[in-house]
């Protein structure tokens, strides 16, 4: 019961990083881009690495437990499995909704508008109906995004918990620029910032909803019981794939589209070097 506690609150505070990303859109200065290409360059290096580096070959070493030497083909499958689910989770979400599609200068110059001085007035007419358009549906996406996020930190927990924790902290520096796309929208279409920071964070409450309930429909087809190590592996690596297609198709190319000069490579590099000094030390 404490480990499933434990991996459960895990899961959760995870999630809850996207009201993280909420209150820094409150604070930091609205037209500082560069500090969110860092901060998304830097999520995409740790998610990079830590897919790679450690949930990966976790995954391999599971399959290769139960398969031999056919373990690696199947490690191999299933990473690509996960990139092919998640684009068409991708496929299936209208573009002008989707927050993994990349946007024009044009689409996102209402981003860069500063509300008038000493005041939180929103947008008027049209740009504020499509600024909280942009926020709600963005908290969907992202919702639906997360689920298959939650139920591998859910299970690294229960499996490793250093592991967990290593994965969580991944998903949760992840969490923090997408809690800065849902806010940040909603805010400047209302002007009410605990609107934009409930909107944020309930887009972050899917990771445990969808952990506890994939877990829960994992056991039941299973028969209840442990995973074995087949399952373990298997999904494991499928989510290393869902997070390296995440890094490549949302987190740079933003990344990119607000930075200047290196500030992507930067960040990348940064995220990289944090995580891999997180695993050492654990």
């Not at 399959?63 to 299936?92: K, P, Q």
Request: aromatic letters at 10%.
């Amino acid at each position: 019961m404490k480990d499933l506690l434990f991996a459960f609150g895990l899961t959760l505070l995870a999630g809850m990083a996207t009201g993280i990303g909420s209150a820094i859109a409150f604070f930091a200065d609205r037209t500082n881009f560069r500090f969110l290409s860092v901060s998304t360059g830097f999520s995409a290096g740790v998610m990079l690495y830590v897919s790679f580096v450690e949930i990966f070959a976790e995954g391999g070493r599971s399959l290769r437990m139960v398969f031999g030497t056919g373990g690696a083909w199947m490690n191999t499958a299933f990473f690509f499995a996960g990139m092919a689910l998640i684009g068409i989770i991708d496929y299936l979400i209208p573009e002008e909704e989707n927050p993994h599609e990349a946007r024009t200068q044009e689409e996102t110059s209402h981003l860069h508008r500063d509300c008038p001085t000493g005041s939180d007035a929103p947008h008027p007419g049209e740009a504020r109906k499509k600024l909280m358009r942009t926020g709600v549906f963005t908290a969907l996406a992202i919702a639906i995004h997360n689920f298959p996020e939650g139920l591998v930190t859910f299970l690294a927990a229960l499996k490793n918990p250093n592991l967990g924790i290593v994965i969580a902290v991944a998903v949760a520096l992840h969490n923090i620029p997408e809690g800065i796309s849902v806010s940040v929208p909603i805010f400047y279409a209302t002007g009410d910032r605990t609107k934009a920071f409930l909107y944020s964070l309930l887009s972050g409450m899917a990771e445990p909803v969808g952990a506890l309930a994939a877990y829960g429909l994992i056991r039941l087809v299973l028969g209840g019981g442990e995973f074995s190590p087949a399952v373990t592996g298997g999904l494991f690596t499928t989510v290393a794939g869902i997070m390296v297609y995440i890094s490549l198709d949302e987190l740079l190319p933003l990344s990119r589209a607000y930075g200047k000069g290196h500030d992507s490579l930067i960040g990348l590099v940064a995220g990289m070097a944090v995580m891999a000094l997180s695993l050492l030390m654990m």
